[in-house]
């Protein structure tokens, strides 16, 4: 009897451990399954996360180039600083879409993740709210970008017409400067020629003891010269008179030390009126 007292022992106590086993690998079990839930759930909210920071981030970068732009916008024009503002704003323009793309991926990710985040989609929704006010702003900078790029051009047509127009005057004042100093220059030049008799008839200049009636005489045998600075005329001769007319009192015909003629022109204005052939005749 004891030992069969005994042995119905052993056996409740060989039952009683298997139940404890098979209760504790049941809870591990559920521990396990409980901790790879928390371990996705923690890998989900940290890929929102990532995403959420790199969002702001993105915002932040935004906002940086667009105050380089608006202050490169008030510099001085040139073209480094056109190009910073052009840089610039592609990196927004490119910065903005990525940003859009990533707060599409961070709404497509709360719709699909076991977190229900209702402060998380709000604070999605005010990043998409951010964006959006950066991109007006933005089009408001190309607008008035694009503005002051047309007055430029206008200004920049006016200046070109402006130059065209100095040039045209510069070039006009230029001619009438010269014809002016051509008219000057002519109303000022006279010709005088000296010689003797049979050489100024010969030259048709002396003609039956006219002077200068004839049309065709040599006008190249005479010498050219200039009313205002040629006073003084040498004949290189003993013996000169003066054929043509000009103004008594105007003019002196006196001799050199080696008794040789000479004119001296006291008043040119005077002496050149009647006419502008000077003829002298010499032996």
Known sequence: MKKILLFVACVLGLSACNLTGEKQDAMQQERDSLQRIINEKDMELDDILGTFNEVQEGIRKINEAEGRVTIAEGSPESASTKEIIRENLEFIQNAMQHNRELIAQLQEKLKNSSIKATKMQKTIESLQAQIETQAARIQELEASLAEKDALIEVQGNAIAGLSNDVASLTEEN???????????????????????????????????????????????????????????????????????????????????????????????????SVSKYLVVQVK
């Open 174 to 272: 230029r001619s009438k400067t010269e014809k002016v100093q051509q008219q000057d220059k002519e109303l000022n030049t006279a010709w005088f020629v000296f010689g003797t008799k049979d050489e100024l008839k010969e030259q048709k200049i002396l003609t039956k003891g006219d002077v200068l009636k004839s049309g065709d005489f040599n006008k190249d045998y005479f010498t050219k010269i200039d009313i205002r600075y040629d006073k003084d005329l040498k004949f290189y001769s003993k013996s000169a008179q003066l054929l043509s007319t000009h103004p008594a009192g105007s003019y002196q015909l006196v001799k050199d030390k080696q008794g040789q003629y000479e004119l001296h022109i006291t008043d040119p204005q005077k002496f050149w």
